[in-house]
């Protein structure tokens, strides 16, 4: 499946910007940036429930907020893609 991560992390402490590293990075192991706090990853049930108690376990809930959407099949008929940025074929050949 699927999945968008998006998150908001508090940086005003020096805590707040030392989670939000490790946040990017927990999504980072996972998926693809396509915009500064929002990833794409494919990935089945049980991985998505390692990921989102991975994520859990760094944010703050009081101070941070974080959203995944699960995209429905087939995914070209939910994304439209414009400008520069264009996402990896997670299905395609890795090595063009």
Known sequence: MLIIITYDVS????????R?????????STGQRVQNSVFECKVDQMQLEELERRLLAEIDEKEDSLR?????EPVELHIKEYG?????????????
Not at 68 to 72: A, K, S, V
């Open 11 to 18: 940086t005003v402490t020096a805590a707040g910007r030392k």
């Open 68 to 72: 995944l959407y699960r995209l429905t």
């Open 84 to 96: 520069n940025f264009r996402a990896v074929d997670f299905d395609g050949a890795l090595v063009i």
């Open 20 to 28: 939000l590293r490790r946040v990017a990075k927990v999504c980072e």
